[in-house]
């Protein structure tokens, strides 16, 4: 499974979550945070670890870290958290996959950049999704309209960043 394949899995938690730009907004800080932490814990270990044992205790960092963030915003504001439901455990399986992702390939900076722009997607989605919600669209604050809404979001990404075809021929006649 390749880099992109994995980024993708890792907008999962933000489908169910992202009804309200509110909720949008609270779980891209919960992940924004959770991401950092995981990454800041993970970076003096990894040289200690081989193989399955990185593996292993990313998992483990992250469910930790995870869940010391949800029993504090459980806390501290309970409403945020009620909103959230089950989502903010996802972002566990979000830190793993950026791991194994940016593990060797990629420096702090980069991951950094992945991080913000998962975040501003977020974001995005919980705004378009506010705003046709409450334009009438019932599908739109629905899970499959986050769907549909982050497929159109991706192709509007694409055709904006397209890239010029190779001016020389592949093959031969």
């Known amino acids: ?30 992940s924004l945070l959770s991401l950092c932490l995981h990454r800041l814990c993970m970076t003096p270990l990894r040289p200690l670890l081989q193989g399955l044992q990185t593996t292993l205790v990313s998992v483990l960092l992250a469910a930790m870290l995870v869940t010391c ?23 566990a399986l979000q830190c793993v996959l950026l791991e194994q992702c940016f593990e060797r390939h990629r420096g702090v900076a980069q991951g950094l950049l992945v991080v913000i722009g998962l ?7 919980g705004l378009c999704r ?38 020389s021929r592949q093959g031969s006649l």
């Open 69 to 91: 963030l949800e029993l504090s915003l459980r806390a501290w504001a309970l409403e945020v958290h009620a909103q959230l439901g089950i989502y903010p455990a996802l972002i």
């Open 130 to 167: 506010e705003l046709l919600g409450s334009a009438g669209l019932r599908l739109a604050e629905l899970t499959p309209g986050a769907l549909i809404l982050l497929g159109l979001l991706m192709a509007i990404f694409n055709r904006v960043r397209r890239k010029p075809a190779p001016s």
């Open 1 to 30: 499974m390749n880099s992109r394949s994995l980024l993708i899995l890792s907008l999962a938690p933000m489908l169910g979550a992202s009804q309200t730009l509110a909720q949008a907004a609270a779980l891209a800080l919960f």
């Open 119 to 125: 975040c501003t997607v977020h974001l995005l989605l």
